[in-house]
């Protein structure tokens, strides 16, 4: 059974930045893409930012580039999104996903089975 647990988030002015994590068992760590997606209000769920297993190579959508950092913690099993310099339109719920990792980055939500329960960020201008 694969379990996310995340937390950080909350509210920030823009320009602040914010970090969340997203914590899971060895197993899950060691042999799944853990990645983060964003929803905002009426939208649909985006692909915003994945480091790999292994050589840790990180993607990034192009709206978040140069602001956000994706990490992770081996000793922690957990990974991490550093988020500096955020704008009032990256507010919404933040997810961390999970799928076997087969060597792709895979961007769609529907590709993704399991779930965090989901954390708002909220940035104010």
């Known amino acids: 059974q694969v379990h996310l647990v995340q937390s950080g988030g909350g509210l920030v002015q823009a320009g602040g930045s914010l970090r969340l994590s997203c914590a899971a068992s060895e197993q899950t760590f060691n042999n799944y893409l853990m990645v983060w997606f964003r929803q905002a209000p009426g939208k649909e769920r985006e692909f915003v930012a994945t480091?790999?297993?292994?050589?840790?190579?990180?993607y990034y959508s192009d709206s978040v580039k140069g602001r956000f950092t994706a990490s992770r913690d081996s000793a922690k099993n957990t990974v991490y999104l550093q988020m500096n310099s955020l704008k009032p339109e990256d507010s919404a719920i933040y997810y961390c996903?999970?799928?076997?990792?087969?060597?792709?980055?895979?961007?769609?939500?529907?590709?993704?089975?399991?779930w965090g329960q989901g954390t708002q960020v909220t940035v104010s201008s």
């Open positions: 480091v790999t297993l292994g050589v840790p190579n990180t």
């Open positions: 996903a999970a799928r076997l990792y087969a060597g792709t980055i895979e961007r769609s939500a529907e590709e993704y089975k399991y």
